[in-house]
């Protein structure tokens, strides 16, 4: 079985798989502060509550947009796995061409959602990933990755707005009923969830403009079915895309 990971700014996603199958999904908090026997305990837990054992892993691959605990994870895998995780760098083989003008910069996210999306649902494709940050990717019709942008997340943002003002509450990310709030919570719910719908929307748009083809949109993220839910504009939400495009990485470099 192939263990992913994908280690992100608030969260790490992880999953077990036996061939393409999901056999088991969990997400934890990214704790910089955790030693590598404190991850590899927790993991060791969360594998045995579902029946399995961590030296079940033939192999293992990570995504990591957190280089200060990529060491704490290596030797976590080592110890506790028994084996030296495979991490997305530039260099691995992915299947798809990256037109990107410096690779070392690109998220290994972004990478593994644009193999996942082109493996999926086909091209040209774009990828929106709702998490700290909202990423958007690119794949053209030729299978070729283009690049594409990157905003504030919606939590973040709603959290920079009621930390940066002296009056503005924080505040629950919701729906609002109107989009014309009669409350400070409800003008504050309806700027960002329509704001953000509309932001979207329009990203959508451009980028579809730009590549002159109707592109299917695929989104993942914590984010994504509360945003799906009002947009037209996306056709997908895939939970597990990055994480599913993680094992298709590791496959390919088994060569």
């Known amino acids: 079985m192939i263990f992913t990971m994908d280690i992100g700014n608030t969260n790490i996603k992880t999953a077990l798989f036996e061939g393409d199958e999901m056999r088991a999904y ?22 045995a509550h579902e029946g399995f054992s961590v030296r079940d892993c033939s192999g293992i691959v990570v995504s990591s947009v957190v280089p200060t ?42 990478i593994a959602n644009a193999v996942s999306a082109l493996e999926y649902y086909g091209a040209p494709v774009i990828t929106i990933d709702f998490g700290t940050a909202t990423t958007f990717g690119v794949v053209d019709e030729g299978g070729v990755f283009l690049g594409g942008a990157i905003c504030p997340g919606i939590k973040l943002a709603s959290e920079a707005l009621g930390s940066g003002t002296a009056k503005l509450p924080r505040f629950e990310l919701g729906k609002p009923e109107h989009v014309i709030g009669r409350t400070t919570l409800a003008n504050l719910q309806s700027g960002m969830f329509y704001g953000y719908v509309g932001l ?24 994504a079915q509360m945003i799906a839910d009002e947009s037209k504009a996306i056709d997908y939400v895939d939970g597990s895309l990055t994480l599913k495009g993680l094992r298709l990485i590791y496959e390919r470099n088994l060569v």
Not at 36 to 47: A, C, K, T, V
Not at 100 to 109: A, F, M, T, W
Not at 200 to 223: D, S, W, Y
């Open 200 to 223: 979207v929307q329009n990203l959508i748009h451009k980028i579809r403009q730009e590549l002159g083809k109707p592109a299917k949109v695929v989104a993942t993220g914590g984010m």
């Open 26 to 47: 969990w997400r934890i908090s990214t704790n910089k502060m955790y030693t590598s026997d404190e991850y590899g305990m927790l993991l060791s837990n969360l594998f």
């Open 69 to 110: 605990i990529n060491f704490t994870i290596e030797h976590m895998c080592q110890n506790y796995f028994g084996k030296t995780p495979m991490f997305i760098v530039p260099g691995i083989r992915t299947g798809i061409n990256i037109r990107y003008e410096n690779p070392r910069e690109l998220g290994s996210d972004r």
